[in-house]
């Protein structure tokens, strides 16, 4: 909730300092987390006894790796469908099929079972299932709740095969419709439940892993790295995650079975964006927004277009950003030397050269972008609303595209 909106300055932001305080906040996160090894038998205890089932699923991924087996045999004797086929970056088109299958079966209860994707995809198929009239309606209320009836939202829950987005506890989903990335966003849609089990993520490719990496570093970023308001424990509380992946990163991707390493990855992810550090103060999505819109036009993984964009966002903004940056190159990255510019540069040169680290690139031109294609971006950026981006409001298409410039 933005009570208020200032264009913070380093020298407005010495005046203001000792007016600025946390902003007014609900906060209550209902999803219920089943964390560790081996335990999708307990399906059986969370899911009740007389459920019409319906298992959602990406590209096969969990049926090559056996997950899907052993949630099948977990269910027991329930009514279980399945409904496979769900893509990176959900389709409209296929969740309405999904949704289709669950009115014609009278299902009762979604089980996802997969990354970001199939999370996302089946809180859409949660919200579309009982909804009268055209479910294309649904995307376009950008982060207000969706108006649907509580009553009409079919329960989920979620095993998480992918450390990142941190789906499996909030209450956001993000649909892929007529070339652009749509959110939703319910306060039913939150998982009843998530399971969230470190070695079900070992079969995952290095550069998924990197991938959830990045994304869960950047979800911090965008609900710290704008103006201070006093809140201490959600900052030291973003910075300790932040530090978290920096230190396992590198590891969990190189060792895909160092269990501490990829639980440290999973639960830094979940924490990254299930509300708690996000509570009272002011986020700035630009990254995202941005990001959103080179996926859905060329295809660049999520995370990917996380690391070209945000370096770029920070050295655009970084007088209306200087408070935080300075405290993010002092408390996450242990820079204390030199004056105030060069501390801050020294800390994007470093978030980018740990993105790299990982094994991201860093440039849109590595991604077969080429610079005319920018304004590309921008006409997207426009026909989506996202023209008063930034904790401000104030970043326009002007300063999207000199930040895809500098970005290229
Ligand atoms: O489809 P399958 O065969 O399962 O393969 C997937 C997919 O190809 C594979 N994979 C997943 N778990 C695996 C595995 N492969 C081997 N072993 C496993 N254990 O990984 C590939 C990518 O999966 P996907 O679900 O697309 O990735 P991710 O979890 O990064 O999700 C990305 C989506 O989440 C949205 C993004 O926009 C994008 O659509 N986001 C959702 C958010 C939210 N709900 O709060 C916030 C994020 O910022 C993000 O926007
Ligand atoms: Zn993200």
Redesign the pocket.
């Known amino acids: 909730v933005y009570t208020k909106k200032p264009n913070i300055t380093p020298r407005r932001y010495s005046l203001m300092k000792r007016y600025l305080t946390m902003l007014n906040f609900d906060y209550r996160n209902p999803t219920h987390i089943v964390f560790g090894k081996d335990r999708i038998a307990e399906l059986d205890k969370l899911i009740p006894a007389d459920a019409r089932v319906l298992v959602t699923?990406?590209?096969?991924?969990?049926k090559?790796?056996g997950?899907l087996d052993k949630v099948m045999a977990a269910l027991g004797s329930r009514t279980v469908f399945e409904f496979g086929g769900?893509?990176?970056?959900?389709k409209f088109e296929t969740l309405v099929k999904a949704a289709e299958l669950a009115r014609k079966e009278s299902i009762d209860f979604l089980l996802a079972v997969?990354?970001?994707?199939?999370?996302?995809g089946t809180?859409f198929i949660a919200l579309a299932t009982k909804f009268e009239g055209d479910s294309s309606s649904l995307l376009f209320h950008g982060f207000s709740p969706v108006p649907v009836d509580a009553k009409d939202v079919l329960p989920l829950a979620t095993i998480a095969?992918?450390p990142?987005?941190?789906?499996e506890m909030?209450a956001?989903?993000?649909v892929?419709y007529q070339g652009g990335?749509f959110?939703v966003n319910h306060p039913s849609i939150y998982p009843t439940f998530s399971m969230l089990d470190p070695t079900?993520?070992?079969?995952?490719?290095k550069i998924?892993v990197a991938?959830?990496v990045v994304?869960a570093f950047?979800?911090v970023i965008e609900q710290y790295a704008t103006y201070p308001v006093d809140a201490r424990v959600q900052d030291r509380m973003a910075e300790g995650i932040m530090r978290t992946l920096i230190e396992i990163g590198p590891i969990t991707v190189a060792e895909p079975e160092n269990y501490q390493a990829r639980a440290n990855l999973m639960w830094s992810a979940t924490s990254a964006?299930n509300g708690m550090i996000g509570v009272g103060v002011p986020f700035d999505w630009t990254t995202?927004m941005i990001g959103?819109e080179l996926?859905a036009l060329f295809n660049i993984?999520?995370?990917q277009t996380l690391a070209v964009i945000l370096p770029s966002v920070w050295r655009i903004r970084k007088t209306q950003k200087h408070a935080k940056l300075l405290q993010y190159a002092e408390r996450v990255w242990d820079i204390t030397e030199g004056d105030d510019d060069s501390r801050i540069e020294q800390a994007i040169a470093k978030t980018e050269a740990f993105f790299q680290q990982v094994g991201l690139k860093t440039r849109l031109r590595d991604h077969d972008v080429s610079q005319d294609q920018i304004e590309l971006v921008i006409e997207a950026l426009k026909a989506h609303g996202m023209t008063a981006l930034s904790e401000s409001g104030d970043l326009d298409l002007d300063i999207s595209r000199e930040i895809l410039q500098m970005a290229w």
């Open positions: 699923y990406g590209g096969g991924s969990v090559r790796f997950t769900i893509e990176a970056n959900p997969g990354g970001g994707s199939v999370m996302d809180k095969t992918l990142a987005t941190g789906s909030n956001f989903g993000v892929s990335k959110p079900l993520t070992f079969s995952l490719p998924q991938n959830g994304d950047v979800h964006l995202h959103h996926t993984d999520h995370a």
